[in-house]
């Protein structure tokens, strides 16, 4: 299992360049960045948009200040533009780099905040997914063949090359937990970050908490059962290094922080509670029971993990 990739917000801003190689030497061995014109926070606050920095940008820094960092964005909006246009850069990112390192992360879009602030309505969740799913087989034509023709009622691409052409083009990664786009994933891409999956309720942030370990088993078979080798992630809401004794109080914290009443989180696949040794056998049992081969760790745990954990695991 190649450990870890860092969790979005690692690399905004002039520090890309010396965190990238801070990074690299701490035994990462990816950068991951989300893809938005601004964060949409709550109001009052409304957007909070120093946290938006360009992800093609930051990620083409990253790459470029580190040997080994594999790159990916998780996930960038198809439903703003052409796809053409984000296929392209991150073909060039692979011309650059090398197609092994840059992940193609592709995703439907979720803020109508965003849409509409190009004077764009967000369309429903269905037409959404319709449309990754047209821009997921032009990417996949496109980075098999070099070349690729899609006649669809979102996405109309006509003898289209791709330019550049790499010679080992980007792996395509989508993410999700619907059984559609687990579905699609095993059609199409080459690597899937695993969200919670649809069945288990409350908000978006809450889902993650109320997440089992056989949940995510469960996926992962689920998007495997295509004829694609598919590598899985997941993209972790906390990772905690402390003394037994503190667990509770820690997974309480954790919990209250997106509105839950305490639980245990031993076997929440996206919670990390514990001491070094207690969280590395919770990754190797994770990496047997869902297939786990990289886990997105939030940059602010990112030494502690690399640190204590990561040797043990």
């Known amino acids: 299992m190649s450990l870890p990739w860092a969790g979005p917000a690692a690399c ?11 990074l690299e030497s701490l035994g990462v061995t990816g950068v991951v960045q989300g893809d938005h ?6 109001p009052p606050d409304g957007p909070v948009a120093r946290m938006a920095a360009d992800s093609l940008t930051v990620l083409t820094t990253v790459a470029a200040h580190s040997s080994r960092l594999s790159v990916a964005t998780l996930v960038a909006n198809v439903g703003l533009q052409h796809p053409i246009h984000l296929l392209r850069r991150f073909a060039n990112l692979a011309l650059l780099y090398g197609g092994e390192r ?14 509409e602030a190009l004077g764009m309505t967000m369309p429903p969740h269905r037409e959404r997914l319709a449309r990754l799913t ?38 395509l990664l989508l993410g999700g937990g619907s059984p559609a786009l687990l579905e699609l ?10 969200a919670p999956p649809t069945h288990r309720r409350g908000d978006a942030l809450q889902r993650p908490l109320l997440t089992t370990v056989d949940d995510l088993a469960d996926s992962a078979r689920l998007a495997r059962a295509g004829p694609r080798r598919l590598t899985t992630s997941v993209l972790m809401s906390a990772v905690v290094v402390c003394e037994p004794s503190r ?8 919990c209250a922080r997106v509105g839950l009443p305490w639980r245990p989180l031993g076997d929440c696949p996206y919670a990390l509670v514990g001491e070094p040794a207690r969280l590395a056998e919770r990754v190797r049992e994770r990496r047997e029971r869902i297939g ?12 502690p993990f690399t640190a204590e954990v990561l040797p043990l695991a």
């Open 292 to 303: 786990l081969d990289r886990l997105i760790v939030p940059y602010a745990a990112i030494e």
């Open 185 to 194: 994933a095993a059609r199409y891409a080459d690597h899937v970050d695993l």
């Open 247 to 254: 667990v509770r109080a820690e997974e309480e914290a954790v």
């Open 102 to 115: 840059v992940y193609a992360g592709l995703g439907a879009g979720w803020s109508a905040r965003e849409f």
């Open 12 to 22: 905004y801003g002039a520090d890309s360049a010396a965190l990238a190689v801070r």
């Open 37 to 42: 014109l601004f964060v949409p926070g709550p």
């Open 134 to 171: 047209e821009t997921a087989q032009l990417a996949r034509e496109l980075f098999d063949e070099g070349w690729a023709s899609v006649a669809g009622e979102h996405v109309v691409a006509r003898d289209l090359p791709l330019a550049p052409a790499p010679p080992d083009p980007p792996r």
